[in-house]
């Protein structure tokens, strides 16, 4: 099972903020890290920056950036759902990190 982060390449700011949280999926999940760098607008699957928890986009629930809360409604949705408290801290200080970084 995987965790894919569909990036730019270069990769800019939501695109490193998605694998910092990828990355953090992996280690509290066991999911293997995949980033796909599709060149263009792609012709199939969501475009970057996206997330994709197990062949699930992960919305944004403001339509921008996708926040931890999206990602903890997805792992639920998708079957792991143990350890979502500590996932959730985990993302959310990431989070903060990155706007901590962009101001």
Do not use: K, W
Request: glycine share 8%; net charge negative.
């Amino acid at each position: 099972m995987s965790v894919t982060v569909v990036s730019r390449n270069p990769p800019g700011g939501r695109c490193t903020l998605y694998a910092r949280y990828a990355e953090a999926l992996s280690s509290h999940y066991g999911l293997t890290v995949d980033i796909h760098c599709p060149g263009e607008q792609p012709s199939d699957g969501p475009p970057p920056p996206s997330l994709v928890i197990r062949g699930q986009h992960v919305v944004p629930s403001d339509g921008v950036i996708v926040a931890p809360e999206d990602i903890i409604v997805v792992l639920a949705q998708s079957g792991l759902s143990e350890r979502l408290d500590e996932c959730r801290a985990e993302l959310e200080g990431i989070l903060d990190a990155f706007i901590a970084e962009m101001s």
